[in-house]
């Protein structure tokens, strides 16, 4: 007699077949997929349908901040005397002006991965010269020229190494930057001239300022850079040659992430519009300047850049930061919105000095008057004068970046009137304890009778336009300064 004996299903195949047919739907095909992973010996693969969450991307012109990624040479963006420089950061800033646009800047160390850093969404905006290449234009996008150039051989100005023609490179070894275009330029030179040479790439970090010196310094015999670059780094080392070209002129393009394309619409609108115009030449002309004067400014501040500097009173600012337990970088750009660094300079009321003290409050810490034109006894009481604002604050702001904020305010407006304003704040239901869209907005209203006459206020009337652009733009250099001399630290 038949009987009928059920089969031994494990409970993980019965689930799994369960969760299958209901994928797949109850249908002959479905059964004849839960049978046939049945007679397989592996588990049954189950694939679930699950809806797609697509990642919603920025919009810089929506969001009114557009994040550059910057290379970090002299060419592109440097530091002169506190003043942020460089052909790529002064026509990306004035891109971003012209549209209404705030800049968050980030310098790269690593210029060789400069594309691979834009597709993982550290920036929207790659503000440094590319040529378009068929590999380059499958990861992203690129603008209209900015600028043109040659590819140009950097070598020393030396019987023994020095050619006049790329077709001597038969033989030779030329390094270069990493992921750069000038191996393929070197490769199609070297094919269409039937030479042979050895093309070895640098690593990550070494830019085509480091290679320009290494040749000048003997350590290697040839590189490939760009002629504007060569121009600008030839400044520094009266042994380099560049006359020898591998290119003629060609188009310079910033680059934008696949998918960018309002962003790339309107930077494309602003090049074609802008290129011809007199500010962006004059802009252009200035970096490719290469007189005696030009030459002379450059060879000054090539120490400090190299170095990372800020300025020439980095010392003594690191030195007295760690009494505040700031980030002497903070400080520097304080002193710079203050001074531009000129320890002799006096304003129309008085203030004198790195600091710029004024002589009553001077005397108050200690300083006499003709002590503050000295840059480390100025720099000194202006830290006193620091620590005390952020010690009256302290038991009212909690949050020390915010503590920053009203410190930075009151150091420029006095203290009393960064009170009025959080005073109004509280009154007006704002937080008294937030900097941004809160209390600055209260200064920024204490101008106006309506709210200088109100009975919280015991300082008066304030002209609150000032402080609060003084913070943003201490706040902005400090940013900048960050990105520069963080490369070096």
């Known amino acids: ?5 059920p089969a031994k299903y494990s409970f993980h ?101 400069m594309i691979d850093s834009l597709q993982d969404g550290e920036g929207d905006i790659i503000a440094f010269g590319y040529n378009v290449t068929p590999d380059r234009l499958e990861k992203v996008d690129f603008s209209i020229p900015v600028i043109d150039g040659k590819h140009c051989l950097v070598q020393r100005r030396n019987k023994a190494t020095s050619i006049d023609s790329p077709a001597h490179l038969n033989g030779k070894i ?22 042979t040479l050895q093309i070895q790439e640098a690593t990550e970090t070494v830019t085509d300022e480091d290679l320009i010196q290494m040749v000048a ?16 780094v030839g400044v520094f080392h009266d042994n380099i040659n560049y006359s020898v070209a591998l290119t003629k002129k060609l188009p310079v393009s910033w680059v934008v992430n696949k998918g960018s394309e309002d962003l790339l619409e309107t930077l494309n609108q602003w090049i074609k519009k802008r290129r011809h115009s007199l500010e962006y030449n004059l802009i252009v002309q200035k970096y490719n300047d290469v007189s005696e004067t030009r030459k002379a400014t450059l060879r000054q501040n090539l120490p400090l850049a190299k170095a990372g500097s800020v300025s020439e009173y980095d010392g003594i600012i690191k030195k007295y930061a760690q009494q505040i337990q700031w980030d002497w970088k903070l400080i520097a750009a304080l002193v710079f919105q203050e001074s531009r660094f000129n320890p002799t300079a006096k304003s129309w009321v008085g203030a004198t000095g790195l600091m710029q003290l004024m002589p009553v409050t ?35 702001i909690h949050d020390k970046k915010e503590l920053v904020k009203f410190v930075l305010a009151s150091y420029n407006v006095g203290l009393g009137h960064v009170l009025d304003a959080r005073r109004l704040a509280e009154k007006y239901h704002l937080n008294a304890q937030k900097w941004e869209g809160n209390v600055e907005q209260m200064l920024l209203k204490i101008s106006k009778p309506e709210y200088y006459k109100d009975k919280v206020v015991k300082c008066g009337y304030c002209r609150g336009k000032e402080p609060v652009s003084y913070v943003k733009n201490i706040l902005g250099y400090y940013n900048s300064y960050q990105n520069v001399a963080h490369q070096h630290d």
């Open 1 to 5: 007699m038949f009987k009928f004996k």
């Open 13 to 113: 195949f019965i689930v799994l077949c369960v969760l299958q047919v209901f994928s797949l739907g109850f249908s002959p095909q479905a059964m004849h997929s839960v049978r046939k992973s049945r007679k397989s010996k592996t588990s049954p693969i189950v694939r679930l349908h699950m809806p797609v969450t697509k990642v919603k991307k920025r919009s810089p012109l929506k969001d009114k901040k557009i994040k550059v990624l910057l290379d970090a040479s002299l060419y592109s963006h440097s530091i002169y005397k506190g003043v942020l420089m460089g052909l790529d950061y002064e026509l990306i800033n004035l891109f971003a002006q012209e549209n209404g646009l705030e800049v968050e800047a980030k310098i790269m160390k690593e210029a060789a991965n």
């Open 174 to 195: 030329v390094m270069i930057r990493k992921n750069s275009c000038f191996k393929s330029t070197l490769e199609s030179y070297a094919q269409s001239h039937n030479i």
């Open 217 to 232: 310094k003997g350590k290697i015999d040839y590189t490939v850079t760009y002629d504007y670059i060569a121009r600008n």
């Open 362 to 396: 001077a005397k108050e810490l200690g300083l006499q008057v003709n002590q503050l034109t000295s840059p480390e006894r100025n720099l000194q009481a202006g830290i006193k004068y620091l620590q005390w604002l952020e010690k009256s604050l302290q038991p009212h």
